[in-house]
């Protein structure tokens, strides 16, 4: 087929147009074909969709965006449902979260209920770091005093560090309870505005800083003093259970306004925390001395 390059006439044979006499060109029926049936395919799914527009009674545009808006979430679905990924994505969200708070520590109090599993994540980390620094006190501890006496008569104590290590796991763990229920007593006082979970999430939050300043302590007790080690140990023990209380309160305190005197509650939450922790060290602290003095005499007894 032929075709005019400035009318558009179309004929069969012939150099030049039988209207105005300008040149012909071959036209490719296959294309104008294929153009064809893409124009009235395009016309048949435009006509679809208002269709289904007006029968949903909302606009073309509307309608357009809830498609794509339902093609993206099932995408997104999709992606969730392949092996790994879910776990993957996970630890790299929270990853990017704990950088985030290690800049930024305040930016925890903006937290809320939706991070409560990154929030249990951080105090477990914390528990577990602070009790792998205590099993490594404590057998450098050991290897510098009974190291040899223990290797020459073949002592076991592998026993005795594991309870130990378990122990401390498990003191932290009722150390953060105490201050999270101390926090909450002291909301529920004052403010009364912030469920439990919330207070978990932002004061876990705020410890992202003191769980990577005792990694750091773990790797520094394998390779330096043990004395800096335990220095490094009170400081974070101290701001961790402490300070935080005081300046978690405050924080809260001035966010709703709820008192002039921000400075001197922020302060007595800090002294109920403390007293809180001599009255539960007095009850079920003794218990747990005489065990960890018990461990102490089973590997003397054996040396």
Not at 53 to 61: I, M, P, R
Request: with cysteine; proline share 1%; glycine share 8%.
């Amino acid at each position: 087929m032929l075709q005019c390059t400035s009318c558009g006439r179309q004929q069969q044979s012939g150099k030049f147009c039988g209207s105005c006499g300008s040149a012909l060109e071959e036209v490719n029926e296959e294309i104008e074909a294929s153009d064809t049936n893409r124009s009235v395919q395009e016309k048949m799914e435009s006509k679809k969709i208002h269709e289904e527009a007006e029968v949903g009674n909302v606009s073309v545009e509307e309608h357009i965006e809830g498609q794509e808006a339902a093609a993206v979430a099932q995408s997104t679905i999709t992606e969730e449902l392949q092996p790994g990924h879910d776990l993957q994505g996970e630890l790299k969200r929270y990853w990017q979260y704990s950088l985030a708070l290690l800049k930024n520590p305040g930016k925890a109090f903006t937290h809320g209920e939706d991070k409560f599993k990154y929030g249990i994540v951080n105090l477990i980390l914390y528990a577990i770091t602070f009790s792998l620094i205590m099993l490594s006190l404590a057998r450098g501890a050991y290897k510098n005093t009974f190291g040899g006496f223990g290797s020459a008569f073949n002592v076991d104590t592998t026993g005795v560090f594991t309870q130990l290590t378990v122990y401390s796991f498990i003191g932290m763990c009722i150390s953060l309870a105490i201050v999270l229920l101390c926090l909450l007593i002291v909301e529920k006082i004052m403010i009364k505005r912030i469920s439990f979970k919330e207070i978990l999430v932002q004061y876990s939050g705020l410890l992202i800083p003191f769980v990577f300043l005792q990694v750091g302590t773990l790797l520094f007790s394998f390779i330096g003093s043990s004395i800096i080690a335990l220095i490094m140990v009170y400081i974070s023990l101290f701001y961790s259970l402490f300070y935080l209380t005081g300046l978690f309160i405050y924080e809260k305190l001035s966010f709703y306004q709820i008192t002039e005197n921000k400075v001197y509650t922020a302060i007595g939450t800090t002294i109920f925390v403390v007293i809180a922790f001599m009255i539960i060290t007095l009850v079920f602290g003794m218990s747990f001395m005489e065990r960890f003095l018990g461990m102490i005499d089973e590997v003397l007894y054996y040396l």
